[in-house]
């Protein structure tokens, strides 16, 4: 079974300009997550989805980020404009829905330097 | 809230020792527990789990045993190897449904031979 594919793997930017990442969750996972992974942080959740809905964007700093699940399967995430401290590891995960805490499965990550 | 808090690394090991990296948690109700392990250039893994108190989640000679009592999920392995070198993390989520993990920082650790 594939696992959690993301795209780039790797991106470096100047402040100001715009970046969007993509993932496309394990098949049949109705849930997606993006977590930002600050160096020497642990991952923090910027948003989850349920199937093309959002469920939590609490933490999603929305004057700059905005994200969608359009017919619910790949996921984009993007940032417009970026700040020098938006360079992190953007990690997205994905999980099936089978009523109980089920697992979540990550994909490599994509790794944004803000110059 | 919920948190999580582990002990600081680096932890550098010679192969064959004992391993134990710290966790314990914040949280309300009964959440799960979860140890995950970054390894260089590579996604996050899950190691192990455990959904219950007194519940031990075991892999790859891997141990961690939820204590209630002690808000505690401490992760052990009797015999290191290099290639357990890897950042890992402690993690939880709330027991209701398909929540976001909350993360600890990581402890990095080196085996060196």
């Known amino acids: 079974e594939a696992g959690v594919a993301q795209s780039p793997r790797y991106k470096i930017i100047e402040k100001r300009q715009s970046v969007a990442f993509w993932c496309n969750p394990i098949?049949?996972?109705?849930?997606l997550y993006w977590y930002q992974q600050i160096l020497g942080q642990g991952p923090k959740l910027l948003i989850q989805f349920q199937n093309n809905g959002v469920v939590d964007d609490s933490q999603l700093p929305k004057d700059r980020f905005s994200a969608e699940r359009l017919k619910g399967v790949d996921s984009t995430l993007k940032i417009q404009p970026a700040k020098l401290e938006d360079s992190a590891v953007y990690l997205c995960a994905s999980s099936p829905v089978t009523g109980g805490q089920e697992t979540q499965y990550f994909g490599p990550g994509t790794r944004l330097l803000v110059l | 809230g919920n948190s999580v808090t582990q002990m600081e690394g680096p932890v550098t090991l010679s192969e064959e020792a004992f391993l134990t990296i710290n966790c314990t948690y914040t949280?309300?109700?009964?959440?799960?527990l979860f140890w995950y392990v970054q390894y260089p250039g590579e996604g996050l893994q899950l190691l192990l789990k455990?959904?219950?108190?007194?519940d031990k989640g075991s892999n790859k000679g891997f141990e961690a045993t939820y204590r209630k009592e002690t808000t505690s999920f401490h992760l052990e392995k009797g015999s290191v190897q290099v290639s357990d070198s890897a950042v890992y993390f402690c993690?939880?989520?709330?027991?209701?449904?398909?929540?976001?993990?909350?993360f600890g920082k990581g402890t990095r650790l080196s085996v060196i031979a």
């Open positions: 098949s049949g996972h109705a849930t």
């Open positions: 949280a309300t109700g009964y959440p799960s």
């Open positions: 993690a939880l989520t709330p027991n209701s449904g398909n929540t976001p993990l909350v």
């Open positions: 455990a959904t219950k108190a007194d």
